[in-house]
């Protein structure tokens, strides 16, 4: 008796882990996806990351396109905190580790005139999450992607560095367009800002958004803040869209549209 007990206990066990590994198979997406974004949402911002960032970021990747490029970020004023904006350390540059996607997600520095590369970027050899050679165009530079720098080589010198480097539009990173506003745009001003003095400082961070699991972030959230003066201040969200196209953001393709 006590055997038949016993088998029938084991049963009923087996049963049960076999509808279980079901279920479990049959939601292993949504699954999955919760589970990355319990383990990411916590370094979206990186080593800023207070709880007010949290929320703006959040704020940030539930933000849709409506055909504005940048937008502005708690009125355009940053969120570091007096600790953030010391130069007792000099000039750094830190990246977040690559989550378990292998996205990047997020780049912070001090940056000064002597960070500065003094030679020409090489060419790109890292494969950004998401990334596919698609063609816009004719002209050699007409492109849908570009390996976008969360920070940009002319800023840092930082050129093959996987944390450093995402799947972006054209559009997001350089656009060309008459008047309009891309990374570049705010590149250009911390710059031209540094090369001004050898004794100016720039605290930065940029941050790419991502929603969920999603390969290809759908901005990037970019703040700038100079020491002692307010000659670079800014808090910005720029869409990692193209005009004309449609992003399937989960794994990099994209039809016109």
Not at 207 to 214: A, S
Not at 227 to 244: C, T
């Amino acid at each position: 008796m006590n055997n038949y007990r016993r088998y029938r206990t084991i049963k009923v066990l087996i049963i049960l882990l076999v509808m279980l590994a079901g279920i479990l198979f049959l939601f292993r997406g949504a699954i999955f996806q919760k589970a990355v974004q319990f383990g990411t949402e916590h370094q979206i911002v990186g080593t800023n990351n207070s709880k007010a960032n949290q929320s703006l970021a959040t704020q940030l990747a539930n933000t849709d396109f409506q055909n504005q490029s940048v937008i502005i970020v708690n009125n355009n004023q940053p969120t570091f905190s007096n600790d953030d904006l010391t130069e007792k350390k000099g000039g750094w540059v830190r990246f977040a580790n690559l989550d378990s996607l292998g996205r990047p997600q997020s780049a912070q520095a001090l940056l000064k005139k002597q960070l500065m590369p003094s030679k020409k970027r090489e060419r790109l050899t890292i494969k950004t999450p998401g990334y596919h050679a698609i063609r816009t165009g004719n002209a050699e530079s007409d492109w849908l992607y570009n390996r976008s720098h969360l920070i940009g080589y002319q800023l840092s010198g930082s050129n093959n560095e996987p944390k450093n480097l995402i799947t972006g539009t054209r559009q997001l990173n350089a656009d060309s367009r008459v008047n309009a506003e891309s990374m570049v745009t705010f590149e250009n001003q911390i710059a031209d800002y540094l090369k001004a003095s050898s004794n100016h400082y720039v605290r930065y961070q940029v941050t790419p958004v991502y929603r969920g699991v999603e390969l290809v972030p759908r901005g990037v959230w970019m703040q700038g803040q100079s020491l002692n003066d307010d000659q670079v201040k800014f808090n910005v969200y720029i869409f990692n869209v193209q005009e004309g196209w449609i992003i399937n953001y989960l794994n990099g393709s994209a039809t016109r549209g």
